[in-house]
């Protein structure tokens, strides 16, 4: 006969389903999760939306001293004063000038560091030599000289080569100091390609340039992007090479926007200010977010590995 002893309490508790409570706890966890990030989200975004918001505003509705309140009536005078009109000194041509200075250093600057840097680090990583990984160790230990210990034989060598003062001069600063911590990124990622992919390639014929071209390129669009991002970043962003190896009509947008800011002559225009801040940020900001998903891919691809 079938056992109907009643079940003791402490027996259905154990054989009750439990299925909800894990739900329970994992939806309270996802809402202390996007909680933090709502609000850490508002920090870095206040500042942000301050600036946004004074750009647009004019001086009379600036001094009411409301800083969060958008604006009553929308001017982009402050937009146009900070490209074209901002005074520095004599200068009063805002922001153009250094924009284009900045360009004609960005473009040389990332062209070439990018391109001897994945040259390095392709033959670091496939084509070893005597002395290779000495030579790498040295080149890596460049990466974490500080620049200020050579800001002024930097300053010696550019006089030297007639360059100091030049763009070229802050093109080949901008180069050399890219190198070491691309040439890294470049040999990580080369040593995460399928050696088998370079060995056949080397019984078929093909070459040290062959290989490089034909292969290897093809396969590291991600990390050229992640390059790219990190040099158009630091060297659109740079204030202190500018402000050294440049003069007046060389200046870099950055060194532009600090003379801006900081000019002591007539009223303090907070709106100008804020309107010249957005736009210096904003080559770097439109890059990464055209090139951001290609950026993740190339360092989840092998651009921090090894």
């Known amino acids: 006969?079938?056992?109907?002893?009643?079940?003791?309490?402490?027996?259905?508790?154990l054989t009750e389903p439990r299925g909800p409570k894990p739900r329970r706890r994992l939806s309270r966890r996802n809402i202390f999760l996007y909680g933090t990030l709502l609000l850490v989200s508002v920090y870095y975004l206040l500042p942000l939306y301050v600036m946004v918001v004074t750009s647009l505003k004019g001086m009379p509705e600036i001094r009411m001293g409301n800083i969060f309140s958008p604006p009553v009536e929308i001017t982009f005078?402050?937009?146009v004063r900070a490209w074209s009109e901002a005074c520095t000194g004599i200068n009063c041509d805002g922001l153009s000038r250094g924009f284009g200075n900045s360009v004609r250093i960005l473009i040389p600057s990332v062209a070439l560091s990018i391109t001897i840097a994945s040259i390095n680090g392709y033959a670091l990583a496939n084509w070893r030599f005597k002395g290779s990984e000495v030579?790498?160790?040295?080149?890596?230990?460049?990466?974490f000289i500080p620049y200020q210990t050579m800001l002024y034989p930097i300053v010696i060598l550019l006089r030297e080569l007639g360059l100091m003062g030049s763009i070229g001069g802050l093109v080949l600063v901008h180069t050399i100091f890219g190198m070491p911590i691309l040439t890294l990124l470049f040999r990580n990622y080369f040593t995460s390609i399928p050696e088998e992919l370079f060995k056949a390639a080397r019984v078929d014929g093909a070459g040290f340039w062959g290989i490089y071209f034909r292969i290897m390129l093809p396969m590291s669009l991600p990390i050229f992007v992640v390059a790219m991002i990190l040099q158009v970043t630091g060297i659109w962003n740079d204030f202190l090479f500018g402000v050294i190896y440049t003069k007046p009509a060389t200046y870099p947008m950055t060194v532009q926007l600090n003379n801006i800011v900081n000019s002591t002559q007539g009223v303090k225009e907070y709106n100008v200010n804020m309107a010249a801040t957005l736009l210096t940020g904003l080559v770097p900001l439109v890059i990464y977010f055209i090139s951001g998903?290609?950026?993740?891919?190339?360092?989840?691809?092998?651009?921090?590995?090894g």
Do not use: Y
């Open 135 to 143: 030579f790498f160790t040295i080149l890596i230990f460049g990466a």
């Open 1 to 13: 006969m079938a056992d109907t002893t009643p079940m003791s309490f402490d027996a259905a508790v």
């Open 293 to 305: 998903k290609l950026f993740v891919r190339g360092i989840a691809a092998g651009a921090v590995k």
């Open 77 to 79: 005078e402050p937009w």
